[in-house]
């Protein structure tokens, strides 16, 4: 039986939830925040103007995020940036990376915007291997999801 993926915005219950995936997010890039930046991040989410988050919910626990925000391009429509995707590491593999970033596609495209693109470290093999599918690798170290 598949796991069930459940992908939708964060709520205030998720909050100490979101810090520890969004510290392993930093972790994994080498990054150590202060904990007023996690408290900035998390009361832009809930505001819901500037910066955007869904989470991800696997049998109904959080075990992932994506955060996201829309910019101006001056060759297309509005373009969403992914900016962090982080699944929790005993959730790997079981298409919850994949759920956020077609979320996020899902959400951006009922915002008007021409793509989704986000980058990763040319290293992070096992997070290209899934990007190699689901995006455009457009020759710079960055992805793209033609909206």
Partial sequence: MAPIISVGPLQPGDRAGWEDLFGGYNAFYGRT???????????????GGRIHALGARLDGR?????????????????????????TAPEARGRGVA????EATGAWARDQGCARVYWHTKEDNHVARGLYDRVAENRGFIQYVVPL
Avoid at 62 to 84: E, K, M, N, R
């Fill in 33 to 47: 925040w202060p904990a007023d930046r996690y408290e900035q991040a998390w009361q832009e989410f809930q505001q």
């Fill in 98 to 101: 994949r759920a956020l970033i």
């Fill in 62 to 86: 959080l075990v992932g995020i994506v955060h996201f925000l829309v910019h101006a391009s001056t060759t297309s429509s509005d373009v969403c940036y992914l900016q962090d995707l982080f």
